[in-house]
């Protein structure tokens, strides 16, 4: 997320430029953010059950990234009206943009979960069978 935010400063835009991505990029970040959230906690859980498992370090390590990315898409599907699941006044704020790439970014993971399932009844599973 740092590298995120510093390279934010550094890109060549005008103020009215960086005003209209900012939402978008507080999208992603916020995302990134509730993804580590979430990792964060199921380490937490499996530490205390003694069900840890180091095998799932890569898991920890992309989750962040895959949920800032399906804060992204979201926010922007909604924002182009292709998906209208957010209202325009919040894909249109930042304070809303971050805030709802959290909840996103935190739920995520079962989100991936259940597109999954949906791409496996409707276009069939990875060895070609519906």
């Known amino acids: 997320m740092l590298a995120v935010a510093l390279g934010w400063f550094s ?3 005008a103020t ?19 993804g580590s959230l979430f990792t964060t906690k199921w380490l937490y859980h499996t530490v205390a059950r003694g069900i840890w498992n180091a095998d799932r370090l890569l898991w920890r390590i ?3 990234f895959l949920s800032g990315g399906a804060a992204l898409a979201l926010v922007l599907l909604s924002a182009g009206g292709v998906v209208p699941l957010l209202g ?3 894909v249109r704020n930042s304070a ?3 805030g709802i790439g ?3 970014g935190y739920f ?5 979960s259940a597109l999954g399932r949906f791409a496996e009844r409707h276009f069939g599973d990875d ?3 519906k």
């Open 11 to 13: 890109l060549p835009l």
């Open 16 to 34: 009215s430029e960086r005003a209209a991505i900012a939402p978008f990029a507080l999208a992603y970040v916020g995302g990134h953010f509730g």
């Open 62 to 64: 992309f989750t962040p």
């Open 88 to 90: 325009e006044e919040i």
């Open 96 to 98: 809303g943009c971050l």
């Open 102 to 104: 959290i909840v996103i």
């Open 108 to 112: 995520s993971d079962k989100a991936f």
């Open 127 to 129: 060895k070609g069978e």
